[in-house]
């Protein structure tokens, strides 16, 4: 049996991936006075005095939406919001295995941007943050300002940050290995959506030179002279001022020569990038080719052209980029200290959290990123996102170092577990 016809057993098999399991013990139906009415007026009421306590009498905490309106579903497009909810079903399940996080799909039949803020705002008081995820752009940026200026929970777009965080983290350590700095490299990026935008504005945060990055959209390299950018899309127009200092024009081949450092995030297929381009990049280039589900050129033949490091968005090549690297623990930390925001420093600190690790057990050429099963980089995560929330002063709780590790690392453990339980009691079928 092939891996597709598997994915479409399983999800039939199982109806979905996830369900609401009590997390209260009921001894007897007696029980119910207390949980339910007539007593579950006593938290209402302190609630209705003091909102910020919903935090400690519900799980409000702990709770994410997983926004979608289905324009921009993982390479497949615009397949909408029915198509999308396996999709967002399966972020829900990886949120909470590797974060400990209660995550719900939030399908919205609109394609309006207008309308998509305004039914998030609506159901905000049920969430302890908004994770907006595969809404086309240049939509998605204004959904997530929009959403950003009017609430106080976190909200943040996966495909943006979350792609930066990681991406950000296997750049870390590349260059660590390829003995270059951040601040003097050559970067490329082929790819001008939402992921790619945000990868730019973070490595510029983390201490990349704009002058010597290069941004090529579908038409060509980004700079001043190019006249076919509309007003409206003020993130290309920001980029076009502040990269390409030497002013190249034309396409990815020229935007590549000479360069240290190229990420592709771009359409899937394998000839999105050739391999003589590589072969006229720096000493030692390093090529994230990172389109989903077929990278935009094959990790063996970017070595035979050279590339000393590659990575791609798959699993099954070393230095997989993805981001459940990232969000289940940055989300993890977002909530354990009620965050208000996720701030690119956030982020930035959570990259380097991720580098640290992998670091530590030995970074090499097929290994710059942790893999899903180290459990562990997920709870260090979350302790060094919630650190520097609590430093930037977005943070409502302000914890020890050591308690944010255990309550971080129990949280989780307590999902594995729970898991674990219900497959060795045969509720839940192997």
Known sequence: MGREEEALLVHSLCRGKIEIVPKCPIRSFDDFSVLYTPYVAEPCKRIFEEPERVFEYTNRANTVAIVTDGTRVLGLGDIGPLAALPVMEGKALLFKYLGGVDAFPIAVDTKDGEELVHVVRLIAPSFGGVNLEDIESPKCFDVLEKLRQGLSIPVWHDDQQGT????????????????????????????????????????????????????????????????????????????????????????????????????????????????????????????????????????????????????????DFPNQINNALGFPGIFRGALDVRAKTITDEMCIAAAFELAKFAEERGIREDYIVPTFDEAEVFVREAVAVAKKAMEQNVARLRLAQKELYEMAKQTIERARAELGLLMEKGIVRA
């Open 164 to 315: 930066a965080s990681v991406t950000l983290a296997g750049l870390i350590n590349a260059l660590k290995i390829v003995k270059k700095d951040i601040r003097n490299v050559g970067i490329t990026l082929i790819g001008a959506g939402a992921a790619n935008i945000c990868v730019a504005r973070i490595l510029m945060k983390a201490g990349a030179d704009p002058k010597r990055m290069i941004v090529v959209d579908s038409r060509g390299i980004l700079n001043m002279r190019r006249g076919d950018i509309p007003v409206w899309h003020r993130q290309k127009r920001e980029l076009c001022a502040i990269t390409n200092g030497e002013g190249r024009d034309g396409g990815p081949d020229v935007a590549l020569r000479g360069q240290d450092v190229l990420i592709a995030l771009s359409k899937p297929g394998p000839d999105g990038v050739k391999g003589e381009w590589i072969e006229g990049m720096a000493r030692d280039p390093i090529v994230f080719a990172c389109a989903n589900p077929v990278p935009e050129i094959w990790p063996e033949e970017a070595r035979r052209a050279g590339a000393r490091i590659v990575a791609t968005g798959r699993s």
